[in-house]
């Protein structure tokens, strides 16, 4: 069965709170030397009950904007209080390696360069054969790319 809302939170507060993390409404982050790291839980506009939990990861070293989950960011599917936390630090440790994260941006920005957004908008790429290195990173700005790859 999946986790309610406030049983989510009343379980992560205490851990997220320990590695770290301050709260403020439904929202933890984490500053690092590198990163920021933000937990997010939010509630749906269509339904009271529903709601989404957005790990996302800011790169203080960049000047671009960050969008309001991070540069980068999953969706996790609501399912369990264990299985939640779990894959939101599986997200943080991966992607907050800085050799990762470059080598990720630099084969993102080759596949764009091969399936510009006209192609891809018009249904001419092969996802099987050319697969998207990283869906995370649709929602980073060309200049926030660019000051990745120079970190």
């Given at each position: 069965m999946n986790v309610s809302e406030e049983e989510l939170i009343e379980f992560i507060k205490p851990i997220l709170k320990e590695k770290g993390?301050?709260?403020k409404a439904k929202r933890w982050t984490m500053i690092t030397d590198h990163f920021t790291f933000v937990f997010y839980i939010q509630g749906s506009s269509y339904d009271k009950d529903d709601y989404y939990v957005r790990p996302g990861i800011i790169v203080n070293?960049?000047?671009a904007e960050p969008w309001v989950y991070g540069h980068f960011h999953i969706d996790i599917p609501v399912?369990?209080?264990e299985e939640i936390l779990q894959k939101a630090e599986e997200f943080f440790s991966q992607w907050s390696s800085i050799e990762y994260l470059k080598n990720t941006v630099a084969d993102f920005v080759a596949w764009e360069k091969r399936n510009p957004v006209?192609?891809?908008r018009a249904g001419e790429?092969?996802?099987e054969a050319?697969?998207?290195p990283a869906y995370e990173l649709f929602s980073l700005t060309k200049k926030a790319k660019e000051e990745i790859l120079k970190l």
């Open positions: 993390f301050r709260k070293d960049i000047q399912t369990t209080k006209e192609k891809r790429v092969d996802n050319d697969p998207v």
